[in-house]
């Protein structure tokens, strides 16, 4: 069996399945009706006019129900078991895929954590961070957050232009290993709003070992159970609407002995082995992770192997092969009717539910075998993410004013469109087309300081020539909101003049009856 080779596409959503069941069977009825009101109705105007009300009936119904984008998300974990990284990460991300990819998500467990590499990657980014931001900024991408416990790594990269509806990012650590005092082992998270919808995303290292199985299940639920964020509507991470769940979860193949287990891989009866995968056997026991979704696993197991080859481990422990590094997603269940006090914010939160749910689609599940670094193979899963987007303007219009080039003084306005918790330390960068990050800017300007800018009001701000770069080429500018913590604003791309200060320092050769000097 091919490992790449798509699974089964596995779907849910943020309304109840007998919600949207009753959603149609409600919506056949408008239909009906719209059928007898033609046959009943004697009147050519009373006809009409019944007809236009039940359309429109059946119509904001489909609206209800029906989501208006897509957007495609790729999920990586790995354990790189302190590795270096490949060379060529294409195949991972498969940056050539079609649909484009919207968002990348990508857990490492294990990144070399000695004191002082671990001390050298906070003052500068890490191997993996560099290698990642290299592969995806060509293409668009940047790096919206990254959150680091040790040897756990969580990195976000999104197509720029949803930066400015990427808001409220916090993330957060939860340390495991010897008793909660060490971070070996444990899990980080990011969560944001992406158009107006709370995700949030968690990498775990559980604890390992074939006995531990009952410790694993405690370690995430104590992680579920601690991990909190200061958003009023979303302080723990079940109460984001959709929640990615991944990493080395460590859960192994129970009772089958190494023949048994090796012989069933090398014929592809992979399904042999399901029935006593520990997470499948937990997820009958326990409530909380029956909440979970995951895709059949059609792929190989993706532990042990000996380094750079596909072979299971050969050494003196041969290690059982086991599927340790998993991809799970929850879509937050509807809440039950409340008869409390509380019944009225109950039916308001429903009901913001179901003006704007969130559709969520595996495409594919799947681990690479390409890769050898580790004694882990990669895992790697793709969705589609279907949602009305609650907003779609962003907080802050901001454009370049002119022309611009070193060899004078620039003009910006923004100007803010929508109220939010603005600050004099907001600031404007300046990028070139193809940034890493937020702060992979050439130069920067703050926003006016004196007063904080009044709704829809014009801001000009001068940006003296010596911060503008000397060779030409397409840069953007981007609002950055230090409350928010993202850029929140994004121009379009536009052209800086090369200077004539670059032709005079040497910079460029000098253009003489259109022959390089």
Request: a negative charge.
């Amino acid at each position: 069996m091919d490992p790449l080779t798509d699974g089964p596409r596995v779907r849910s959503d943020s309304a109840s399945s007998s919600a949207s069941q009753g959603s149609k069977l409600v919506l056949r009825q408008r239909l009906s009706q719209l059928l007898t009101c033609i046959e009943d109705m004697s009147s050519d105007d009373e006809a009409s006019e019944e007809v236009s009300r039940t359309l429109d009936e059946a119509f904001q119904l489909c609206g209800r129900f029906i989501p208006t984008d897509a957007f495609r998300l790729h999920i990586v974990t790995w354990n790189v078991a302190t590795a270096e990284p490949p060379e060529d990460i294409t195949s991972l991300l498969q940056l050539d895929a079609q649909p484009p990819t919207d968002l990348y998500v990508i857990g490492l467990q294990e990144v070399s954590a000695t004191p002082v590499k671990f001390i050298s990657d906070l003052i500068i980014e890490d191997s993996w961070s560099h290698v990642f931001m290299d592969s995806l900024a060509p293409r668009g991408f940047v790096k919206v957050t990254s959150v680091r416990m040790q040897g756990l790594l969580l990195l976000v990269f999104a197509k720029q232009i949803h930066l400015p509806y990427i808001r409220n990012i916090q993330t957060t650590y939860t340390r495991t290993g010897m008793f909660g005092y060490w971070g070996n082992k444990g899990g980080v998270s990011v969560r944001f709003s992406f158009y107006g919808h709370m995700v949030c995303f968690v990498n775990c290292h559980l604890a390992a070992h074939m006995n531990n199985t009952l410790q694993r299940v405690d370690e995430f639920e104590y992680i579920l159970d601690t991990q909190d964020f200061d958003i009023y509507d979303t302080p723990h991470v079940l109460d984001h609407k959709v929640v990615f769940w991944f990493g080395d979860l460590n859960f192994r193949i129970a009772d089958h002995g190494l023949h048994f287990l090796r012989s069933s891989i090398n014929s592809g009866r992979l399904n042999l082995l399901w029935s006593k995968d520990q997470l499948i056997m937990m997820k009958k026991k326990e409530a909380f992770l029956q909440e979970f979704e995951e895709g059949p696993l059609h792929f190989k197991p993706t532990y042990k192997f000996d380094r750079n080859s596909d072979t299971y481990d050969t050494s003196g422990k041969k290690r059982k092969p086991a599927w340790t590094d998993r991809i799970l997603w929850r879509v937050k269940p509807k809440p039950l009717p409340s008869e409390d006090d509380d019944e009225k914010a109950s039916a308001s939160t429903d009901e913001e539910q179901d003006q704007y749910p969130i559709l969520v689609t595996q495409d594919k599940y799947a681990s690479d075998m390409s890769y050898g670094v580790s004694d882990h193979k990669p895992v790697i899963a793709n969705f589609s993410l279907e949602l009305r987007k609650v907003f779609d303007t962003p907080l802050v219009h901001v454009s370049p004013e002119g022309v611009w080039s070193a060899d004078q003084d620039a003009l910006l306005t923004y100007s803010v469109q929508e109220d939010f918790m603005s600050s004099t330390w907001d600031w404007i960068g300046l990028y070139k087309v193809g940034f890493k990050s937020a702060s992979d800017y050439e130069t920067f300007v703050w926003v006016r300081e004196n007063e904080l800018p009044e709704l829809n009001e014009v801001i000009q701000i001068s940006v003296a020539k010596e911060q503008i770069p000397l060779l030409g080429g397409q840069y953007v500018l981007g609002y950055y909101s230090t409350n928010i913590q993202s850029l929140i604003g994004l121009s379009a791309s536009f052209q800086i003049l090369e200077s004539k200060r670059a032709v005079m320092e040497g910079l460029v050769p000098e253009d003489i009856n259109g022959l390089n000097k």
